[in-house]
Nanobody, 123 residues
């Protein structure tokens, strides 16, 4: 049974930091690229960051470049998103996803999704 379980979301002040984690099970984690995607209320899901299966290649949305860092630990089957310099517009539910291809060009390029974790940034 495939599972992606996010954790670490919560409330932060503008300018602050949070780290969200995603623990994977039920598939060969080290064979998949991974991504973080977010969805704010009333908006479509938005790509945030992606990482290759080895961790050697990372890429980011322009809106988070220089503030967010994606990383992974294949020994722990976990992918992380370190978020610094948070802004109120970063408020969203953050989902991790396993990629069929890197980078993903659309929803069909994601094989598995987590249930999401809420991140709220106050001004």
């Amino acid at each position: 049974q495939v599972q992606l379980v996010e954790s670490g979301g919560g409330l932060a002040q503008a300018g602050g930091s949070l780290r969200v984690s995603c623990a994977a099970s039920g598939f060969t984690f080290s064979s998949y690229g991974m991504s973080w995607v977010r969805q704010a209320p009333g908006r479509e899901r938005e790509f945030v960051a992606g990482i290759s299966w080895s961790g050697g290649f990372t890429y980011y949305a322009d809106s988070v470049k220089g503030r967010f860092t994606i990383s992974r630990d294949n020994a722990k089957n976990t992918v992380y998103l370190e978020m610094n310099g948070l802004k109120p517009e970063d408020t969203a539910v953050y989902y991790c996803a396993a990629n069929r291809r890197i980078p993903a060009s659309g929803p069909t390029d994601y094989a598995y999704w987590g249930q999401g974790t809420q991140v709220t940034v106050s001004s």
